[in-house]
């Protein structure tokens, strides 16, 4: 039996490469999949792309009215929600401290923790009691790293708001973990790498590839390998945990 037989999970970021792996590996596993993201055409050729097992829902994630329509709506697509990857973010700009725009700040902020914060607003109380959130964090959310204050932060913030959740949510046996990825090779590591080395982004992707002890970025697919996990009933216990998936960068 397919490890997400009969299961509906609600997917934010859906467009972009962990959203969209995530999604073609659930479907694989048995299960509908509602992509939600700002970008409606990216929305739709996802979905064309994954088939009749996948809708959409365009929405923004920083506001209220939205996340509340794309929650429910999502819920009509298939009929419930029993897995919720709470996995929309930005990353901003790299830039020190006190040259950081305010509105870069804020932006990030938005999407990467008032995002997040909505999601478990608007969604726990649609989802099938038993279920299970999984929150995106970042190993930017386990430490410190110049230059980088905004994602940072929003990362840290997001686990203060996976263990409240999971807090309140375990009456229902809702599961709510976070994720904590090292760089990924997809888009997002692209920009920082150009905002990191202008004109030399290949420099700094060996570079972070080299503080990584396997010595290479993490794959879109291990990251949706181990959202499938905390999504499944292999994960049936485990609830307000970190999970850190990073070739070993924060064992130094």
Do not use: W
């Not at 490890?3 to 962990?18: W, Y």
């Not at 040259?99 to 990467?112: C, I, L, S």
Request: charged residues 25%; contains cysteine.
């Amino acid at each position: 039996m397919k490890r997400l037989e009969n299961k509906v999970a609600l997917i934010t970021g859906g467009a972009g490469s962990i959203g969209k792996t995530t999604a073609k590996l659930f479907i694989d596993e048995g299960a509908k999949v509602v992509l939600v993201d700002l970008n409606e055409e990216s929305l739709k050729q996802a979905v064309s792309e994954l088939g009749s097992n996948a809708a959409y829902v365009a929405a923004d994630v920083t506001q209220g009215k939205e996340v509340e329509r794309y929650a429910k709506e999502a819920a009509k697509k298939f009929g419930k929600i029993d897995i919720f990857f709470n996995n929309a973010g930005i990353e901003g700009i790299v830039k020190p401290i006190v040259d950081f725009p305010e509105d870069v700040f804020d932006k990030v902020m938005a999407v990467n923790v008032k995002g997040v914060f909505l999601g478990c607003k608007y969604v726990l109380p649609l989802m099938n009691d038993g279920g299970s959130m999984i929150i995106t964090s970042s190993v930017a959310g386990l430490g410190g790293s110049p230059n980088f204050i905004a994602y940072v932060t929003s990362k840290h913030a997001t686990i203060g708001i996976m263990r409240t959740a999971a807090l309140e949510a375990a009456a229902r046996k809702i599961r709510v973990n976070s994720i904590h990825p090292s760089p990924v090779d997809n888009r997002m590591m692209r920009s920082i790498e150009a905002g990191y080395e202008p004109g030399r982004p290949e420099e700094m992707q060996k570079s972070f590839a080299a503080g990584i002890p396997l010595g290479r970025y993490a794959k879109p697919i291990e990251i949706a390998k181990l959202v499938l996990f905390l999504g499944s009933d292999d994960s049936q216990f485990i609830t307000g945990a970190q999970y850190v998936i990073d070739g070993g960068q924060t064992a130094k």
